[in-house]
């Protein structure tokens, strides 16, 4: 693929490392072209640096928005014409003080990014953890690799994201349409207040699969039932 990303700080290096070494072409732009130069000599391979604007008309297949609370908005604003069709990928968090998230009550930020550019096919992935994860080479734990929830309303864009994902040595997981977006932002808020505000370990919150609905699930339902809670 032709990638295309807007944005010059650490989940830009993460990912567009991985997918270099996969073998895909990687246009890295920013609003400073130095910093964009940096980050490309720094990935090294054939990635190039340009300007945002130039990046996002590189990205032929998709185009990664991995930029700042505030800007992303503004800048996929700017560059409609040029994100006109193709995929544009959030990877962003929209956290503040206090673990707070900054978009309740409102639309999700990836929301936000449709509207702003809404000729572009928007997917949210990427947003559960630390670029230092990402920099992993393959995030896997426990033998297990890491899965990444990936939403969003255009299925071919969604085909792409997950193989990007693949890339990365994750597993996609389909996560359902656009409008749940705001559920992985949320995820995210909840995820970093456990991990960094309490030291707690997030993933132990969940049940293991076999138990979604308490332990007489699989018996009651044969694996295959609705699912469905009662109060």
């Known amino acids: 693929m032709r990638i295309g990303v807007l944005g010059t700080g650490n989940m830009a290096d993460a990912l567009a490392t991985h997918w270099v070494r996969a073998g895909h072409q990687v246009t890295i732009g920013g609003r400073d072209v130095h910093k964009a130069e940096r980050l490309a000599t720094r990935i090294g391979g054939c990635v190039k640096p340009a300007s945002l604007c130039a990046a996002a008309e590189f990205g032929q297949e998709v185009v990664l928005a991995a930029l700042p609370f505030g800007a992303g908005v503004d800048v996929a604003r700017d560059l409609h ?8 990928l959030d ?97 995210a808020a909840l995820f970093i207040a456990l991990w960094v505000g309490e030291g707690a370990d997030a993933q132990a919150i969940a049940p293991p699969l076999a138990y979604p609905a308490g332990p007489s699930y699989q018996e009651a339902e044969g694996g295959t039932g609705a699912f469905r809670w009662e109060y």
């Not at 014409?81 to 995929?87: F, I, Q, T």
């Not at 968090?93 to 206090?98: F, H, M, T």
């Not at 939403?151 to 969604?158: I, R, V």
């Open 81 to 88: 014409a040029a994100l006109e069709g193709k995929v544009l």
């Open 91 to 187: 990877c962003s968090n929209r956290v503040g003080p206090g673990f707070r998230l900054l978009t309740e009550g409102g639309p999700s930020a990836a929301q936000q990014l449709a509207a702003a550019a809404p000729g572009a096919h928007v997917v949210k992935a990427f947003n559960l953890c630390h670029e230092d994860v990402w920099r992993m080479q393959p995030p896997v734990f426990d033998g297990r690799p890491l899965a990444v929830p990936v939403c969003g309303d255009d299925e071919t864009a969604l085909a792409r994201v997950g193989e990007l994902v693949q890339d990365v040595g994750c597993e996609p997981v389909a996560d359902g349409g656009l409008e749940r977006a705001g559920l992985l932002e949320a995820t």
